[in-house]
């Protein structure tokens, strides 16, 4: 699955998240976190864990085709 890259940049930085911060929140790998970031698929357990961290749906991240 793909989380959408430039919603997930986006909302870093209005909350002034780092990816570091993102990662560690969400008990993923940091480097993870990036290649997300950068648009790279992941697992749906490590979207939801990322959406959680962020308080929101993993639905409202996902990339939209």
């Known amino acids: 699955m793909r989380l959408d890259a ?3 940049r986006s ?3 209005e909350r002034d998240i780092k ?3 993102l990662a560690d929140k969400s008990e993923v790998a940091r480097i993870t976190v990036n290649k997300v970031c950068n648009g790279g698929s992941c ?3 490590t979207g939801k864990k ?3 961290a962020l308080g929101m749906k993993l639905e409202d991240l996902l990339e939209k085709r």
């Open 6 to 8: 430039k919603l997930l």
């Open 11 to 13: 909302l870093l930085y």
């Open 19 to 21: 990816q570091i911060d």
């Open 43 to 45: 697992t749906y357990e």
């Open 50 to 52: 990322i959406a959680d």
